[in-house]
């Protein structure tokens, strides 16, 4: 089976029992470190509830992430009124935080309903800063088709996703493989991102739990990196300054919208 990243032939390592019925082969690549479980049959059933029931820190992941994010945004990203997209936004939580924060964020999910940011959707003509894309990346089957089309909307992605370690862990020594729901499916290490920066011509900086693909050169990733983690003390409040929150005029907005369309 060849690599999905780097095109290597994989190596077998492991198997496991996904959804407590499957069992499925898992490939790491020796070039790149990507693993991957075999051409994913199961997926169809994996996505009855396309946000799994056992991803009990959905909401406040959420509200952890848009306080970070409000400050990267900040940090490299200082135009105002921008256009962000949250791609594979789930819900639209994190969307509905940031526009409340003031950022001028749209919504897309083809696997899920729009809840709380319905009316925002992503329309392909606008023109967008960044992509945000959380926990999303284990969930690509093709994640080099996958990240082309986020690139083709922006070259600058900030997304969330746990990196397997160099070292391997059992099909029973890590939570992250999510055998009991069988929406993970691709795993990354630290050199697979680096390989994936590489081949587009792009930067990648991780931020502990925020990670960023980006076409700029950021000198003091470090520092971000330290100040990212002050948004425990609500540091992330002095980076709202100058910011007017979208709460109201999008009350306002979704209204005047709802009498023609009927979208409440």
Same mark, same amino acid.
């Given at each position: 089976?060849?690599?999905? =990243?780097?095109?290597?032939? +994989? ?27 075999? #051409?994913?049959? $199961?997926? #169809? ?5 396309? =946000?799994?029931?056992?991803?009990? &820190? ?20 200082? #135009? ?5 997209? %949250?791609?594979?936004? &789930? ?6 935080? /940031?526009?409340? /924060?003031?950022?001028? !964020?749209? $919504?897309? %999910? ?8 319905? &009316? ?16 999303? !990346? #284990? ?17 600058? =992605? ?15 020594? $890590? $939570? ?24 587009? @011509?792009?930067?990648?900086?991780? !931020? ?15 520092? =971000? ?30 209204? @005047?919208?709802?009498? +023609?369309?009927?979208?409440?």
């Amino acid at each position: 089976m060849k690599c999905k =990243i780097c095109g290597t032939n +994989n190596k077998y390592i492991f198997s496991a029992k996904i959804l407590n019925k499957y069992n499925i082969k898992y490939f790491l690549c020796p070039n790149c470190g990507f693993l991957q479980t075999e #051409e994913p049959y $199961w997926i #169809e059933e994996a996505y009855k509830n396309s =946000i799994n029931l056992s991803d009990t &820190g959905y909401i406040q992941r959420n509200i952890n992430l848009s306080k970070k994010v409000s400050i990267l945004l900040r940090l490299l990203f200082c #135009e105002y009124n921008k256009n962000y997209l %949250d791609y594979a936004g &789930g819900y639209g939580i994190f969307v509905r935080l /940031m526009r409340d /924060m003031g950022f001028n !964020f749209y $919504w897309s %999910d083809k696997y899920t309903d729009n809840i709380f940011a319905k &009316g925002f959707e992503y329309n392909d003509a606008d023109t967008l800063k960044a992509v945000t894309t959380f926990e999303s !990346f #284990e969930h690509f089957i093709n994640p080099m088709n996958e990240i082309e089309k986020i690139l083709l909307l922006s070259k600058n =992605i900030i997304f969330t996703t746990e990196l397997l370690p160099s070292i391997v862990p059992k099909s029973d020594q $890590w $939570w992250y493989y999510g055998l009991e729901h069988g929406q993970h499916v691709s795993f990354y290490q630290q050199k697979t991102m680096h390989f994936i920066a590489a081949y587009y @011509k792009i930067n990648y900086y991780n !931020f502990n739990s925020l990670q960023l693909f980006t076409d700029k050169y950021i000198y003091f990733p470090l520092l =971000i990196s330290i100040v990212l983690k002050f948004t425990k003390f609500d540091f992330n409040e002095i980076f709202k300054i100058g910011l007017k929150s979208k709460t109201v005029s999008d009350n306002l907005e979704i209204s @005047k919208k709802a009498n +023609n369309e009927n979208i409440l």
